[in-house]
């Protein structure tokens, strides 16, 4: 059975940091792009947004919001996805979601159900 858990959402201050993981299991997540997404929660109802990429051979695309705060990775022997996130702000709170995609930029294979990462003083 095709799955992806997401893990590592928690309650932060500002300026701290998280580690999200997304692991795979039921198919081989190295064969894929895989994405993360953000839905905050002023844009319930709508898509999540990409915020995060990397391709099969490892290269990574961030959107300038998170750009030189987070940082993707992937270990393929663990058949995971990472996102570190680092100096943390209020708008980076909304539940995340990872999918494996046909590329970065395209359709979604499957979804994760999402983490919830809230950042408040």
């Known amino acids: 059975q095709v799955d992806l858990a997401e893990s590592g959402g928690d309650s932060v201050q500002p300026g701290g940091s998280l580690r999200l993981s997304c692991v795979a299991s039921?198919?081989?997540?190295?064969?894929?792009?895989v994405g993360w997404f953000l839905q905050v929660p002023q844009a319930a109802g709508k898509e999540p947004e990409g915020i995060s990429c990397i391709s099969t051979d490892g290269v990574t695309s961030y959107v300038d919001s998170v750009k030189g705060r987070f940082t993707i990775s992937r270990d393929n022997a663990k058949n995971s996805v990472f996102l570190q996130m680092t100096s943390l702000k209020p708008t980076d709170t909304g539940r995340y979601y990872c999918?494996?995609?046909?590329?970065?930029?395209?359709?979604?294979?499957?979804w994760g159900r999402g983490t919830q990462v809230t950042v408040s003083s």
């Open positions: 039921g198919f081989t997540l190295g064969a894929h792009a």
């Open positions: 999918a494996a995609v046909t590329r970065c930029g395209g359709e979604a294979h499957y």
